[in-house]
């Protein structure tokens, strides 16, 4: 373990901030890494999402004490999952309402802003206005949309840095994820972060989407937090020894954790096989909404369902996800140990 754990904080530069983040220590934010709350929606709609959020909120800050409000900041940010196209993102009246939640705790929306990687799958997706409507406004509802495609948003102080594959490998690479990453010719060692969730937010929350990858074993709460939120990303879809452990090294950077208040995952569309390329074929949808501080047990029970219908459908239900699940765990990002779940069944109200 020792070794392990050597060999990931040699790839990772961190630069210190000044001042803290959401969550005032470690120790604070691991005990509440058991709990998960889930929430039973009636249906998909607008005023579903938006009670379904409320009483998540509610719960969270009871619970907690942690209270959704503006700090010294006054900033938010909203990381959401559209990478795969238009058939399997984050629904918009998820983002909906938990824009409505931050706004009625005291945020402006223009003090929000939500974050993804490619302007061309957030305009297909419904996040960014389209081209018809010839306006220069980046926005959804009134809430800026940071484009981590245009490189505006990363900084050459805040970087992952390890060693690179084989071009061969990137072009295996390519074949698995598609054009949704940087062009093949970037061979620099380094993925910048996205500075917005490091530096310039009171607290950040993720909205992901769950989608088998063959790689991975999820594409799901912590790579979209990490993979998908850096620049120079095809290197490591290549092989099970690089994506799993540049996710965990990203997600265990303080500045990142610190702030990440918690995620909340829709079940209302997962794809159980051949991700993260969307097929409809493949999804399924449940009316939940599971929400946690912890992105691995959220991963471990997506993981957990994709297994049973791959048996379903005869497929081989064995994944790669463990060896994610064990470097974030040893990282202390986070359990994958369902044992310890303490459920908050939110009855609607």
């Known amino acids: 373990m020792a070794k392990f754990l050597t060999l990931c904080f040699l790839f990772v530069t961190y630069y210190p901030l000044a001042g803290g983040g959401f969550w005032e220590s470690e120790e604070e934010r691991s005990s509440y890494l058991d709990l998960v709350w889930e929430y039973h929606l009636d249906n998909f709609n607008s005023r579903n999402y938006s009670r379904g959020v409320k009483i998540l909120f509610d719960n969270f800050e009871e619970e907690t004490k942690k209270m959704l409000v503006?700090?010294?900041?006054?900033?938010?940010?909203?990381?959401?999952?559209?990478?795969?196209?238009?058939?399997?993102?984050?629904?918009?009246?998820?983002?909906?309402?938990?824009?409505?939640?931050?706004?009625?705790?005291?945020?402006?929306?223009?003090?929000l802003f939500i974050l993804d990687v490619s302007e061309h799958d957030l305009r297909s997706s419904g996040f960014v206005p389209p081209l018809s409507k010839k306006t220069d406004e980046v926005a959804f509802v009134g809430v800026p949309v940071y484009i981590l495609e245009t490189k505006k948003y990363y900084d050459k102080l805040w970087y992952h840095e390890s060693p690179l594959p084989s071009q061969s490998q990137l072009a295996h690479a390519t074949e698995l994820i598609g054009d949704y990453g940087e062009q093949l010719g970037d061979t620099d060692r380094k993925s910048y972060l996205p500075k917005p969730l490091l530096t310039d937010v009171d607290f950040w929350v993720n909205l992901p989407i769950a989608l088998d990858n063959r790689i991975l074993g999820i594409t799901g709460v912590l790579a979209n937090a990490t993979l998908w939120a850096i620049s120079n990303r095809d290197r490591f879809f290549v092989s099970p020894a690089n994506g799993p452990i540049a996710i965990a090294e990203i997600a265990a950077i303080p500045e990142l954790k610190s702030g990440w208040a918690f995620s909340i995952i829709s079940l209302e569309r997962y794809q159980f096989i051949g991700g993260p390329i969307f097929n409809s074929l493949y999804t399924r949808s449940e009316p939940l909404l599971w929400m946690s501080i912890n992105p691995v047990i959220l991963d471990a029970l997506m993981v957990k369902r994709f297994k049973y219908h791959k048996k379903e459908n005869g497929f081989n239900k064995t994944t790669r996800s463990n060896q994610l699940f064990n470097y974030a765990q040893s990282l202390g990002v986070g359990h994958y140990n369902q044992n310890r779940i303490q459920w908050i069944q939110l009855p609607q109200k």
């Not at 010294?72 to 559209?82: D, E, F, M, S, V």
């Open 70 to 111: 503006p700090g010294k900041l006054r900033k938010a940010g909203i990381k959401i999952y559209t990478n795969s196209g238009s058939g399997i993102a984050t629904p918009k009246e998820l983002v909906i309402a938990v824009i409505d939640g931050l706004v009625q705790r005291g945020f402006k929306r223009k003090e």
